[in-house]
């Protein structure tokens, strides 16, 4: 890779905070931020399996660090010790990346009322808190020419009308979706960029009961219209993109990292 290109995708130098970063996506955006060069806090509810990722990644070939400690987003007192961990740490947040989520399914008629104020706690609020907890940080390390970043992470389920039984899950994935266009526009004058992910299947703890072996992941992926499920690298790249240099004019945009599932439709109008 020559400089320019080098330099362009780098995020060398950056502090970021990967909210349930210890697995699936969370894990991938961190490993692609490690490899950026960037600092990555790593926080989730088992802090064990934070410090033990981070060693990990601090065992690799890469220009970048990680340090991994436990964090609790589903209440208001986790998160209020999340923000007092991150600030005893940095006094800048160049990355926030908010993927910590939950997921609930259940048949329509026994939907529970608790599966509503759990995943949407926990999926939307917990990112509106989080990152307005943040906001002083994030605006420390934000310029004209290399703003702050916030990544939420939502879902094709959020854009496409398909519940497979989460219905609550869909539904915060969308508020999530326009809670990141909300906060785009809103801190544009802070030198912010707010932008968010749309994945379709990756292999994760959420995604376990269906693309837990390969054979599974292979099924699945014959389901998307590029033939395959989402690799990490399809996710390490993405992150880099919009954290880097190269998407500091990207602001408000829900990204699809689906394999086309977005655009996947079964209507014809004249075609056999």
Same mark, same amino acid.
């Given at each position: 890779?020559?400089? *320019?290109?080098?330099?362009?995708?780098?995020?060398?130098?950056?502090?970021?905070?990967?909210?349930?970063?210890?697995?699936?996506?969370?894990?991938?955006? +961190?490993?692609?931020?490690? %490899?950026?060069?960037?600092?990555?806090?790593?926080?989730?509810?088992?802090?064990?399996?934070?410090?033990?990722?981070?060693?990990?990644?601090?065992?690799?070939?890469?220009?970048?660090?990680?340090? =991994? *400690?436990? /964090?609790?987003?589903?209440?208001?007192?986790?998160?209020?010790?999340?923000?007092?961990?991150?600030?005893?740490?940095?006094?800048?947040?160049?990355? $926030?990346?908010?993927?910590?989520?939950?997921? @609930? =399914?259940?048949?329509?008629?026994? *939907?529970?009322?608790?599966? @509503?104020?759990?995943?949407?706690?926990?999926?939307? +609020?917990?990112?509106?808190?989080?990152?307005?907890?943040?906001?002083?940080?994030?605006?420390?390390? /934000?310029?004209?020419?290399?703003?702050?970043?916030?990544?939420?992470?939502?879902?094709?389920?959020?854009?496409?009308?398909?519940?497979?039984?989460?219905?609550?899950?869909? /539904?915060?994935?969308?508020?999530? %979706?326009?809670?990141?266009?909300? $906060?785009?526009?809103?801190?544009?004058?802070?030198?912010?960029?707010?932008? +968010?992910?749309?994945?379709?299947?990756?292999?994760?703890?959420?995604? /376990? *009961?269906?693309?837990?072996?390969?054979?599974?992941?292979?099924?699945?992926?014959?389901?998307?219209?590029?033939?395959?499920?989402?690799?990490?690298?399809?996710?390490?790249?993405?992150?880099?993109?919009?954290?880097?240099?190269?998407?500091?004019?990207?602001?408000?945009?829900?990204?699809?990292?689906?394999?086309?599932?977005?655009?996947?439709?079964?209507?014809?109008?004249?075609?056999?």
């Amino acid at each position: 890779m020559n400089d *320019f290109t080098s330099d362009l995708f780098s995020v060398a130098g950056k502090t970021a905070l990967v909210t349930g970063g210890a697995t699936g996506i969370g894990r991938m955006i +961190a490993t692609g931020l490690v %490899h950026g060069g960037a600092h990555v806090m790593i926080a989730s509810r088992k802090a064990e399996d934070c410090k033990a990722v981070a060693d990990e990644l601090n065992g690799m070939d890469a220009p970048g660090s990680a340090e =991994g *400690f436990g /964090a609790d987003v589903s209440t208001e007192e986790g998160l209020e010790a999340l923000t007092t961990a991150v600030k005893e740490r940095t006094d800048r947040l160049s990355i $926030l990346v908010n993927n910590a989520g939950v997921s @609930w =399914g259940a048949h329509f008629e026994d *939907f529970p009322y608790g599966a @509503w104020q759990k995943v949407m706690s926990i999926n939307v +609020a917990a990112i509106f808190h989080l990152t307005r907890n943040l906001l002083p940080l994030l605006e420390e390390a /934000a310029s004209d020419e290399d703003p702050a970043r916030v990544v939420n992470i939502g879902s094709v389920m959020g854009t496409q009308p398909i519940a497979e039984g989460a219905y609550s899950y869909t /539904a915060s994935k969308a508020a999530v %979706h326009h809670l990141t266009r909300t $906060l785009a526009n809103e801190f544009s004058e802070r030198r912010i960029t707010v932008n +968010a992910f749309a994945p379709g299947p990756f292999q994760s703890r959420m995604t /376990a *009961f269906a693309t837990a072996t390969d054979e599974q992941a292979e099924a699945v992926g014959k389901q998307v219209p590029l033939g395959r499920i989402g690799a990490p690298d399809d996710m390490a790249g993405a992150i880099l993109y919009l954290c880097s240099r190269a998407g500091a004019y990207v602001t408000g945009a829900i990204l699809p990292l689906d394999g086309g599932q977005s655009v996947q439709h079964g209507m014809k109008l004249f075609q056999d």
